[in-house]
């Protein structure tokens, strides 16, 4: 004969799976049954994830110092703001200034791409220097003169960097012409008739990732002409 499969319904339990006279019930199914049963009284009624989010504390309010009083000097005004101390120039600018008063003009022209200080996009000029406005806190822009894009026409006049960058299509998507703009502002306040190398140094800190970078050249180029009265040109 075969031997029967273990598998065999039919198979009996060992004998040590057996109770008194041959019985199912044994000391092992009893003390099974009672770890079971003490475990589940051990439960919560409500299940171990309800009471696990029910323990959890409630939710923390901010961290850190709230809004304080904040003035800046902005293309020759004086604008007064409340922010928190962790709030860029950049942000303070472009979201922070109350629209609804007629004392305050948008100034959303900076744009934030990178906002880590590496594309040059938010650049502004901050006592004569251009910065990345995305890179400084607007509490420590305070008592220092700060330049932005919306300073250069006047009148209802562009200034000639603006024309130039027009006249030399020095821009596509435009996310990045207002910080090459002021760049290029700089750049030719310090040294109005600059060298192509020149010019590639007062640059560097700008990235144009639609790479018109000959157009820019030759609108800077153009720029430092206009401003020095130069007639004619490209």
Do not use: W
């Amino acid at each position: 004969m075969s031997k029967r499969d273990k598998s065999d319904p039919e198979r009996k339990p060992p004998a040590a799976e057996r109770g008194p006279r041959g019985s199912l019930f044994s000391r092992r199914h009893f003390l099974r049954g009672v770890a079971i049963s003490a475990g589940a009284a051990a439960l919560p009624s409500d299940g171990l994830l309800a009471q696990s989010a029910g323990a959890a504390p409630a939710a923390a309010g901010p961290v850190g110092p709230g809004a304080v009083p904040v003035t800046l000097s902005v293309n020759g005004k004086e604008v007064k703001l409340k922010v928190e101390p962790r709030v860029t120039l950049l942000d303070a600018l472009r979201d922070h200034i109350d629209l609804g008063t007629s004392k305050h003009v948008d100034l959303t022209g900076s744009k934030r791409v990178c906002d880590r200080g590496s594309c040059g996009a938010c650049t502004m000029i901050v006592d004569g220097k251009t910065v990345y406005s995305c890179s400084v806190l607007a509490v420590e822009a305070q008592g220092k003169k700060i330049e932005t894009v919306e300073s250069l026409a006047s009148g209802g006049k562009l200034h000639p960097v603006q024309e130039a960058f027009i006249h030399h299509d020095g821009m596509m998507c435009g996310f990045c012409t207002p910080g090459f703009v002021m760049s290029a502002k700089s750049l030719l306040d310090r040294d109005p008739h600059p060298s192509h190398e020149e010019m590639c140094r007062g640059l560097n800190g700008n990235i144009c990732r639609c790479g018109t970078y000959i157009g820019i050249f030759h609108a800077v180029k153009r720029a430092s002409e206009l401003m020095r009265g130069v007639k004619g040109g490209n």
